[in-house]
């Protein structure tokens, strides 16, 4: 049974609830990148192997969720904003909280990185103006680091202020019009995992750096999910069809999880590993999207302060991580115990830290949070991850 249409201005706790889960998941995820035997900026001395095929299933769902309940946050905001006020609330909830990110959060990841690798001795005081020399990482210690994905947004919503401005003529309503139609047609809405393959396919040489301009892949890729999620956003009656193939849907996602799992590249050539990926990656999205719909209807007690929290806890999780990590790498136990204290620690001092900054009315929109006296639930504003 397809799930009943909402008004243009309904709320959406299943978006909400999303959001709040892809943040969990990342955190988690970036845990496990201490003890698995990936690139990461510290790393424990008894790795677990055992993680890293979650965590490249994870790898290839967390952040482009989180895209694409962002480019849908974007037409829910554009609902009740003029594109005026709309990149100046982009501005203030995206590029200050990148900014002072860069100068406050991510510095001491780097500081704690470079004591783990000897690379320099001395106290956080004499690190913190190297910051100002602003040399890119990994030769300086000017970065954005984790907090790429808000830098990734940020761009996506200014560049596509004129496609937004001609989606609000006539033409545009009439264009939304039959793209609602067609997608929510058949199993239509798949087809929107092409342009997602040839991207990836493409551009496979460029690796994924996060610097914005030599990262054409995950640039597009991503900018593509963003504009997917606001297209989706602008649809609303694809949302019962996705709810109708939501058992098909996760058919697709068990079978392509299975070839992943089984003949992970390099065991299967590039290409069609690429696709399979690609598969998994859009699927996925779907499959989350469907279900949510169908089965979270109501706001829980507890979702809308959760989702207040999610983009702070964005902002700390990774520095929180790494410094936790660093001092627990001394301790006298196996992996396992390690990975449980790193985790269970890190998460409640990142929770401790956001409620602190909710609590604080200066430092909220430092961390993209609207003023305490003016704050209210809005569904679906959007993610960062």
Request: a positive charge; charged letters at 15%.
């Amino acid at each position: 049974m397809n799930a009943p249409s909402r008004p243009a201005d309904a709320h959406h706790p299943d978006l909400d609830w999303l959001r709040v889960l892809a943040i969990v998941v990342l955190h988690l995820f970036h845990t496990g990148m201490m003890f698995n035997s990936w690139e990461w900026h510290i790393k424990s001395p008894q790795a677990l192997p055992q993680l890293e095929p979650v965590m490249g299933v994870l790898h290839l769902v967390r952040m482009p969720l989180l895209m694409v309940i962002s480019g849908a946050g974007t037409a829910f905001a554009l609902r009740r904003r003029t594109l005026g006020a709309f990149a100046k609330d982009r501005t203030k909830r995206l590029l200050l909280p990148l900014v002072f990110g860069m100068f406050v959060v991510v510095p001491p990841q780097i500081y704690v990185e470079r004591l783990f690798r000897g690379q320099f001795q001395g106290g956080y005081a004499a690190f913190y103006p190297t910051v100002f020399d602003f040399v890119p990482y990994p030769a300086g210690s000017f970065s954005w680091h984790h907090l790429w994905f808000v830098a990734y947004l940020f761009h996506y919503c200014i560049l596509a202020l004129p496609l937004f401005a001609a989606l609000r003529t006539e033409r545009g309503e009439r264009f939304l019009a039959r793209a609602d139609a067609w997608l929510s047609r058949g199993v239509n809405v798949l087809w929107l995992g092409v342009p997602l393959v040839l991207v990836r396919v493409l551009l496979r040489d460029f690796p994924e750096t996060h610097a914005l301009f030599d990262d054409p892949r995950t640039f597009l890729m991503y900018g593509l999910l963003f504009l997917y999620g606001h297209l989706l956003g602008r649809c609303p009656g694809v949302w019962g069809r996705l709810v109708a193939l939501r058992h098909g849907l996760l058919a697709l996602w068990v079978a392509a999880l299975i070839v992943e799992l089984v003949w992970p590249w390099p065991v299967m050539p590039v290409v069609p590993a690429i696709v399979g990926g690609s598969i998994l990656i859009w699927s996925g999205l779907l499959v989350s999207l469907a279900y949510a719909r169908r089965h979270i209807r109501v706001s829980p007690a507890w979702l809308p302060h959760a989702q207040a929290l999610s983009y702070p806890f964005y902002i700390f999780h990774q520095t929180v991580i790494v410094c936790v990590g660093y001092l627990c790498l001394r301790l006298p136990v196996g992996p396992w115990a390690m990975l449980l204290t790193v985790l269970t620690v890190s998460f409640a001092l990142t929770l401790a830290l956001c409620e602190g900054v909710s609590r604080v009315a200066w430092l909220r929109p430092l961390f993209g949070m609207k003023p305490r006296a003016a704050r209210t639930v809005v569904l679906a504003q959007e993610a960062v991850g």
